[in-house]
């Protein structure tokens, strides 16, 4: 399976779009930027549901649209969640999740796996209207694979939820992936959603074009996008669980080579987790520290460095034994110069872990 080449230009109700972008074959995509530019009628071309004249969209390897040809709505093979549900209420569970079979011309995502993948089977009988915000999405997203689309658009799925609804439906969207070789993009403003569900990332600005495309680490930590001069800028980690220690109640990782402790369990040994470090949390060392309380102290090299502000600095570093590891320090003008540190120096970041307590 291929994954998505899209390319829309034009008008919409007097705002222009000007987008071009790839999405992987798997995984999750992100489309993330302020609100107004133009995410949703993005996801509503790909839909078919607007149509610019100037637009190109292939998907699984067929062209959907073109200068010639237009693939309307209901022959694109996709699955749509929107911002509400939109469940049929004069239906049980069980009878939502059956209309999304029945829109499906082939079935190959079956309805046991989904119950099973999103958790609902003891929700089967249940009416809608008795069942939380959370649980209402979870069975809208069911439905959506159901009709076994080729690919999955989701526009805001947690915005209209409270936090213990969030935090009750993330855990069933980061296992998509994993259950589902299809593309599903995200859209979000809330850029935390993105960071732990995204491995890819489609960033636009206000003037509804593309400021930048490609794998979500890489965009987290490039200087030069407005991503690192947010106030809660930060780098993902994706860590390997080795061992949980239930006296203290910390979790052994291994990043890179490198040892990195979290507080919490963090699941089986070999279990692979993903961890938002934050600039501010990450403090230099020009040498080793001893006697420190910090349990994470990463030997590291600085690649990069720009003045985010007119007493901080904003320092990229790169990580372990292959050195792919990307992470930002937020520090004080003074300290950079006071360490005199400067791209290609080699020294230790420090990364507290109570700061990861609720990464």
């Known amino acids: ?9 034009g008008a919409v109700g007097g705002f222009n779009l000007d987008v071009s972008f790839n999405t992987p074959a798997r995984g999750i995509t992100g489309l993330f930027g302020p609100s107004g530019c133009g995410k949703t009628t993005v996801l509503r071309c790909i839909a078919g549901l607007t149509r610019l004249a100037d637009g190109y969209l292939r998907a699984d390897g067929a062209v959907w649209q073109d200068a010639d040809q237009f693939l309307p709505p209901h022959k694109r093979s ?3 969640v929107f911002q509400e549900p939109r469940l ?13 079979l029945r829109r499906a011309t082939t079935q190959t995502i079956g309805l046991e796996p989904i119950i099973d993948l999103m958790g609902i089977r003891d929700l089967l009988a249940r009416s809608p209207a008795t069942l939380s915000g959370g649980q209402r999405q979870r069975i809208a997203i069911g439905r959506a694979l159901l009709s076994q689309p080729r690919l999955l658009l989701m526009d805001e799925p947690l ?27 995200y859209v979000s403003h809330d850029l935390a959603e993105v960071e732990r569900l995204a491995d890819h ?3 636009m600005n206000k003037d509804g074009q593309v400021q930048a495309a490609g794998p979500l680490s890489q965009l987290l930590t490039d ?4 991503l690192a001069r947010l106030p809660e800028a930060a780098a993902v980690l994706c860590l390997t669980v080795e061992q949980y220690d239930a006296q203290y109640d910390v979790t052994q990782c291994r990043i890179d080579g490198l040892p990195f402790f979290v507080p919490g369990p963090m699941g089986a040994a070999g279990t692979v987790r993903r961890i938002r470090v934050r600039a501010s949390d990450v403090s230099l060392a020009t040498q080793q520290p001893g006697g420190t309380s910090v349990l994470n102290v990463l030997p590291a090299r600085i690649l990069s460095a720009q003045m985010a502000s007119p007493n ?3 320092v990229l570093l790169s990580l372990g034994a292959t050195g792919q590891t990307r992470l930002m320090s937020s520090i004080t003008r003074k300290s950079w110069d006071i360490l005199a540190l400067r791209p290609g120096s080699q020294l230790f970041a420090q990364v507290k872990g109570m700061a990861l307590a609720d990464r």
């Open 201 to 203: 990332l489609v960033l």
């Open 223 to 226: 200087l030069s996008l407005p």
């Open 88 to 100: 049929f209420s004069h239906l049980p569970v069980l009878g939502n999740l059956q209309y999304g």
């Open 312 to 314: 901080q600095m904003l």
């Open 78 to 80: 996709v699955g749509y």
């Open 159 to 185: 915005s209209a939820l409270d936090r213990q609804s969030k935090n009750e439906i993330l855990p069933y969207l980061e296992s998509l992936p994993r259950a589902l070789s299809i593309p599903i993009i």
């Open 1 to 9: 399976m291929s994954g998505v080449e899209a390319r829309f230009r």
